[in-house]
């Protein structure tokens, strides 16, 4: 068993990384101490795998259980979805001792925590991650929200969990475009934040590849451990800390954006938003900016490489033909003009997070658009 500290004051909470770990979900909740009822949220379908296990596990150590289902997939980030979710609350007389138990993928861990924040002002909410993607990056650090129709996470807030439970072998059932999905997020972390852990990743391939728990136990512990640290230091992303998990991500989301608002998993758009990135860093390090120096067609191959190992997307093409329902607009001047809509840039430059080492990366701030064109223009 893992056990990780996010240090936040009093706000501090534990991230229980175990294989098997749901049927301690009981245990874990109880633990919080002075619980009155649980309300387990989920999805249909990891309600269907997963849900009478936890719930039974909440049961056994006597605390009262309410439990709501919502329909998988990102329409169930929606206000009528969250109203629906408050007036239960509200109906099954949930007070302030009340526990929200998010078990499920991104969505319902978004969904819930933000229910959560905003319902009585606030009340307490814990995560059961069950895709490779809540586990290494949603669960923990307390951003939670819903969508608008036209922006994805427009409407959230804040609000830690006071535990994250995670099982490494949920991930055995993850359909694989999911597991990809957060394998994205697994490759960036390593890339741009810890040597070690991309090492590692090349190290285990085959491991990886066919999702061995043991393994996935240690890399998603490492994932958590990094993100632990970073939401320690800069919680509501105000010093620049927090902006570094997003290696990939400018890119990544005009991809996400251009291809169709949901149509492609998030962790997608990462995985060649990084190498486009890499390309980007690459080119200003050629014109003469010494932080980029390092990276050089070598650590851009060596990208690629595990990509290819891995069986990971990395073309934008790849991406267009496997999951565009019909002919996407994906030119470089449409994604150019959806990066220059991002929250991030500013005066016509862009800022980004930037490799500049394997393990290491910058928030590089006024990039021209013109050096970002001719890297969408070449492609990979
Ligand atoms: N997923 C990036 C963050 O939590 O800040």
């Given at each position: 068993m893992t056990l990780i500290q996010v240090e936040l004051n009093e706000r501090s909470y534990d991230i229980e990384i175990e294989r098997g770990a749901l049927n301690h979900a009981g245990v874990a909740v109880a633990s919080?101490?002075?619980?009155s009822r649980a309300v387990l949220v989920s999805d249909d379908v990891v309600d269907a795998l997963y849900g009478e296990k936890v719930a039974n596990a909440i049961l056994d150590r006597g605390v009262d259980l309410d439990e709501i289902v919502v329909p998988a997939g990102e329409d169930s980030k929606s206000i009528e979805v969250a109203n629906s979710l408050w007036e239960r609350l509200l109906e099954i007389g949930t007070d302030r001792r009340a526990v929200v138990v998010a078990l499920g993928g991104g969505v319902v861990g978004d969904l819930a925590g933000f229910v959560a924040a905003t319902y009585a002002r606030g009340i307490r909410f814990f995560q059961i991650p069950t895709t490779l993607l809540a586990q290494v990056d949603s669960s923990v650090g307390g951003k939670t929200a819903i969508d608008l129709p036209n922006g994805k996470n427009m409407v959230g807030a804040f609000h830690q969990p006071s535990g994250v439970l995670i099982d490494p072998d949920v991930l055995r059932d993850l359909p694989r475009e999911q597991y990809v999905s957060g394998l994205g997020e697994v490759v960036k972390y390593g890339a741009s934040l810890d040597a070690s852990l991309f090492e590692t990743l090349e190290a285990n391939v085959k491991d990886v590849d066919a999702c061995n728990p043991d393994v996935l136990e240690q890399i998603v512990a490492q994932c958590c451990r990094i993100k632990a640290q970073i939401v320690h230091e800069d919680e509501k992303e105000i010093s620049g800390r927090r902006a570094l998990?997003?290696?990939g991500h400018t890119f990544g989301h005009a991809i996400e954006t251009a291809l169709?608002?949901?149509?492609?998993?998030h962790g997608h758009g990462v995985l060649v938003g990084s190498l486009l990135a890499a390309k980007l860093a690459m080119r200003l390090g050629r014109n003469g900016d010494d932080r980029f120096k390092k990276i050089d067609s070598e650590w851009l191959a060596r990208q690629v490489a595990l990509y290819q190992n891995l069986r990971l997307p990395y073309r934008l093409d790849d991406l267009s033909k496997k999951f565009?329902?019909?002919?996407?607009?994906?030119?470089p001047e449409r994604l150019l003009h959806i990066m220059s809509t991002d929250k991030k840039s500013e005066f016509g430059k862009l800022n980004l997070i930037l490799p500049t080492a394997l393990g290491e990366c910058v928030y590089a701030k006024g990039v021209s658009q013109d050096d970002v064109r001719l890297i969408l223009e070449e492609g990979l």
């Open positions: 919080l101490g002075n619980v998990l997003n290696y169709g608002y949901g149509a492609i998993p565009a329902a019909n002919d996407p607009d994906v030119a």
